[in-house]
């Protein structure tokens, strides 16, 4: 069984640009979650993939976006990168989606650490 | 939103000894999961813990859900102890289950 990986494990971009992260779930897993973490403080929820399409999303603007495809993998996208979007990006995967009746464990990658310069 | 508060906010300790880590909520939560993040970034299951008490070797969590608060034990404190402990909680109410983090205590423990 694997486990979550990520990739880039390092990234350093420019303001303006544009950035892709990538993630693969851990076997047998069919929801991915993203989270941002700046130095110092907790993960903050960006959103949540199932069966393709956006399940629940955190208070994060529209230039941060995902997709997720039919292995279960998944990408996230941020536009017009700013300074504070520095951060370690982690990706969690879970065997559903949880929520209101029912919760699944997740399991985190190692994150892809982005600087934004 | 739920709010997550940890405490203490850094802890030092000798090898060998006994700690004990908190993570207060402010609203019901129908799951928790406690990880330790090691200094490459990588967040590790520790426990995932509804309610009651669970054992992994040198540590063990309890989540009192009514009182709204979960502790983790560290016994026997070793040097790869060290690191950001983090609890994390799933509010519901949503069709989705995110996690919620609290801001994380940073556990050292030195030889």
């Known amino acids: 069984e694997t486990g979550v990986t990520q990739s880039p494990t390092h990234l350093i971009k420019t303001r303006g640009q544009q950035v892709t992260l990538r993630c693969s779930s851990q076997s047998g897993h069919n929801t991915v979650s993203w989270y941002q973490q700046a130095l110092g403080q907790g993960p903050q929820f960006i959103f949540q993939y199932y069966r393709e399409e956006e399940n629940g999303r955190g208070n994060f603007p529209p230039r941060f976006s995902g997709l997720q495809f039919p292995n279960y993998s998944s990408e996230l996208n941020v536009n017009a990168l700013e300074l504070d979007d520095s951060a370690l990006y982690l990706c969690?995967?879970?065997?559903?989606?949880?929520?209101?009746?029912?919760?699944?464990?997740?399991?985190f990658g190692p994150g892809t650490r982005l600087t934004v310069t | 939103g739920i709010q997550v508060e940890q405490s203490p906010p850094d802890l030092i300790l000798q090898e060998g000894a006994n700690s004990t880590l908190r993570c207060n909520f402010s609203?019901?939560?129908?799951?928790l999961q406690w990880f330790h993040q090691n200094p490459w970034g990588q967040l590790i299951n520790l426990f995932y813990?509804?309610?009651g008490t669970k054992q992994n070797g040198r540590l063990s969590a309890t989540t009192v859900a009514t009182e709204r608060y979960s502790l983790l034990y560290i016994s026997s404190s070793q040097t790869t102890d060290s690191g950001v402990y983090f609890c994390?909680?799933?509010?519901?109410?949503?069709?989705?289950?995110?996690?919620?983090f609290g801001q994380g205590t940073i556990l050292t423990v030195h030889p």
């Open positions: 994390a909680v799933f509010a519901g109410g949503t069709s989705y289950g995110k996690l919620t």
């Open positions: 813990i509804p309610s």
């Open positions: 609203d019901s939560v129908n799951n």
């Open positions: 969690a995967s879970s065997l559903g989606t949880g929520g209101a009746w029912r919760t699944y464990e997740q399991y």
